[in-house]
Every structure is written in structure tokens, then in C-alpha cells.
């Protein structure tokens, strides 16, 4: 029996080892580099994504074409680096790895943070109104004492007091958000940047 639990071990070793691996032997064989650095740009992936790939192919003796991945790499932040994916991303909640260059890094380092703050503000709402509906859920359910429900009813009042407080910020960091792309576009646009 130890023996069997031993080799499920390494099994599940080289499974979770397998997962981690950036790239398939498939990939590194067929080595389209243009094209996975391409991919990484678009996704705003780290520059060190790189040594990922290249410790990836190595495992299947594979060198990595580090020109024709940075040549793809560099095309695909062409396509990240727009503010209105700085946007998505931030209302996304996605991380952003400061990959865009120069202003453009700047301002889409700007609103990506205020598109963060938008959706932090929502997802603070979302957990209220799960907190709400839980506690009406325990007013419908059961028989409560009134001493139970003058409790919950404090409780309610609270929570919803605590929502309408994030509707206002929300709808303030909508605001701030749109004024603050509109500004970074007008900044870049007399700078004669792309955005």
C-alpha cells in the first residue's frame, strides 16, 4: 500500500509539474515564436514570460527563438497599450504588469487604477447584497423572536445604509474615470501618441 501511495505521488508530482509549463512540446516543436511572443504582448504578459518558455522547451530540448519572440511580443503591446483596454482590464479586475512604455505607460497605468477602483467598488456591493439577502432570508425563514428580528433588522439597516454609501463612491469613480480617460487621451493626443 505504501508503495501504491508513493507512486500516485509522483503521478500527481508530474501532473501539477506539467501544469505549470507555459507551453506544450507541441508548441516548442512547431515554434511559431512571432506568434506566442505575439500573444504574450497582447495579454499584457511580464517580459519574463520569456524565461518561462524558454525553461518550457528546454524540457524537450527546444532553444526559443528570442527575435522573432520579441519582434511578436512587441506587435502585440501595440495592441494591449490602448487606454480603452487599460479600461477593460482595470473594470475587469485583471493585474496590470507596467508593460506599456513610455506616457502611454503612464496613462494607461492611470486608468487601469481607476478602472480597478471601479470594480473593487462593485465587488464591495456585490458582497453586501449577498450579506442583505442573507439576512432576509433568515427574517423569511423559521419562526424568528422578536428579539431575532429587531437584531436583523438593525443588521439590514446597516448593510443597506453601508450599499447606498458604495452606489455614491461607484458612481463618483465612474465619473473620475471616464474625466481621467478623457484627460489622458487629450495629454497624449498633444503629445502625438497613439493611445
Known amino acids: 500500500m505504501p508503495r501504491l501511495l508513493l507512486i500516485c ?47 518550457a522547451c528546454s524540457e524537450y530540448g527546444i532553444a526559443v527563438d528570442n527575435a522573432l519572440y520579441q519582434s511578436g511580443r512587441a506587435e502585440g503591446l501595440r495592441v494591449y497599450c ?15 504588469f507596467g508593460v506599456c512604455e513610455g506616457e ?5 497605468a492611470r486608468v487601469h487604477q481607476a478602472g480597478r477602483e471601479v470594480f473593487n ?5 456585490n458582497s453586501l447584497d449577498s450579506e442583505i439577502d442573507a439576512k432576509l432570508a433568515e427574517l423569511r425563514s423559521g419562526n424568528p423572536t422578536p428579539e431575532q428580528i429587531a437584531t436583523l433588522t438593525r ?3 446597516i448593510l443597506q445604509t453601508e450599499r447606498r454609501v458604495r452606489e455614491l463612491r461607484l458612481r463618483s469613480a465612474e465619473q473620475s474615470l471616464s474625466a481621467l480617460r478623457r484627460q489622458e487621451e487629450a495629454r497624449l493626443s498633444l503629445a502625438g501618441i497613439g493611445y
Do not use: K, M
Open 121 to 125: 467598488l462593485q465587488a464591495e456591493i
Open 104 to 108: 502611454l505607460g503612464v496613462a494607461f
Open 82 to 96: 490602448r487606454l480603452g483596454n487599460a479600461e477593460r482590464q482595470g473594470r475587469a479586475g485583471e493585474s496590470y
Open 155 to 157: 443588521e439590514l439597516t
Open 9 to 55: 505521488a509522483a503521478l500527481l508530482g508530474a501532473l501539477v509539474l506539467a501544469s505549470c509549463a507555459t507551453l506544450s512540446q507541441e508548441q516548442c516543436e512547431a515554434g511559431d515564436w512571432r506568434a506566442i511572443g505575439f500573444s504574450d504582448g497582447a495579454d499584457g504578459r511580464p517580459a519574463d514570460r520569456l524565461s518561462s518558455h524558454v525553461e
